[in-house]
Structures are given as C-alpha cells and as structure tokens.
C-alpha cells in the first residue's frame, strides 16, 4: 500500500535519521534502520522495510539521491512511501470474512462489496478513524472509485490497516480527548495528551507545525 507521511523539520541541518538501502531500483529506496532518538524514530510514523518512492514529489531511485532529497528540506517534509500490508490474525479475518459475505449481498455490485460499503466497514472496525483518512485507504488499496467491487482481500487490508493505525499512540490519544463526536481540539490540549504515551520532546515533535486548533482530519494526516 502507497500513502503519505510527513514529518517537521525546523531547521535545514535537522537530521531525519534513516539509514536507507544501498541498492539502486527505479521504485524506490527501502528504509533499513532508524536511528534512535532521531526525528523519523521518534514520529514513529516510518517502519524499518518501507518502500521510500518520493520526497515532496521528487522521484527517487537510490540511496544518494533520497539522502540529498531530505537534506535539502527544511519545514515539512511529505514522502511518499510503499509499506506492506499488516498481517491479519485468523480469527479476525475470519470476522471480516463474515461480515464482507453479508455486505456481498446487499452490495449491488459484481465480484465484491461496493466502494462506500468498504469504507463503512473500515469505520466499524477502526472506530474514530477519520472519514477523509477512511477514504485515502480504501483509495490506496482498493483503488476503486463508489460504484466498482472491492474484493476480500482488498477489504481485508483495508480494515486491517485503518485498525493498525487507530491503534497508535497519537491517534488513540486524539480519540480519546477529542471524542468521535468532536470536529477539533487545540494544538497544547493535543500535546499534553500525547503525553501519556510519550516524552515531552516526542510530543513536541509530534504537533510541530499543526495550528492552533487542530482537526482530527489535519493532526492524522499530518502523524501518519
């Protein structure tokens, strides 16, 4: 699955902290290590194993030009990164398994479920998972638009992946301060949260660059 992660960087010489393959490919360049107490380990938004495609927008295809690609930035950084899909215990997927064969038959499609019922199934699974970041799932691993069939192994990942992310700590501390219910919370509320599962610097990290007032929508994609 191919999806956007930003990080902060405050200064130009502020290290991100990766150590990345050395073996060239025309898609991309894998992240081998994260180096502890580093921007990226700290954010805990990249995984050792992820697929480093594209650094704001710029292609890369090697370990040189990736490390000239993050040096370069200064303020956020976007990449866009390729990370296979969580596994998925037995037993849960043979809920989701379930629950995909009676969306089956109300669905109205051929070969699946429809696209809006797969991101009515990532809500129920990974409650508090914002709509817009439902929608970018499905998107990325479906890659269908309302209207087409999503099959069972796309909407088991899906569900799988919202879920991973739910359970992280930065989200989990949003959900929990800002409730299902409520659109936005102030960016020091959201620091002192992110408190109780990190230090005071990840924190800080953490909400760097958000606003005053946060949305749940602008702080999962600005985590992730």
């Known amino acids: 699955m191919e999806y956007e992660v930003g990080l902060y960087k405050r200064e130009k010489s502020t290290r991100i902290g990766v150590g990345l393959g050395t073996k060239p490919d025309h898609d991309g360049v894998k992240v081998k290590e994260l ?36 040096s370069a930035q200064t303020g956020e950084v976007k990449l866009r990164v390729r990370r296979a899909p969580p596994p998925v215990e037995e037993e849960t997927r043979a809920n989701l398994r379930t629950a995909f064969d009676d969306l ?34 499905v998107r990325a691993v479906a890659g269908t638009e309302e209207g087409s069939a ?8 899906a569900c799988a992946v919202a879920a991973q992310r739910a359970a992280q700590p930065a989200s989990m501390a949003f959900t929990r301060l800002a409730g299902p219910g409520r659109g936005e919370v102030g960016r020091d509320e959201l620091r002192e949260a992110l408190g109780a599962h ?27």
Not at 105 to 133: I, K, L, R
Not at 198 to 203: D, H, I, R
């Open 35 to 70: 180096v502890p107490d580093r921007l990226a380990a700290l954010s805990g938004k990249l995984q050792e194993g992820d697929v480093v495609l594209e650094v704001n927008g710029q292609r890369v295809s090697d370990r040189e030009g990736a490390a000239a690609a993050l």
């Open 104 to 137: 089956c038959t109300d669905s109205g499609v051929n070969g699946g479920v429809s696209w809006a019922q797969c991101c009515m199934a990532v809500q129920y699974f990974a409650p508090g998972t914002a709509w817009e970041e439902t929608m970018r799932i």
């Open 198 to 224: 990190a230090t005071a610097e990840e924190a800080a990290l953490m909400v760097a660059g958000l606003p005053e007032r946060v949305t749940r929508g602008v702080f999962e994609a600005h985590v992730r």
């Open 150 to 157: 999503v099959g069972f192994d796309a909407f088991c990942e």
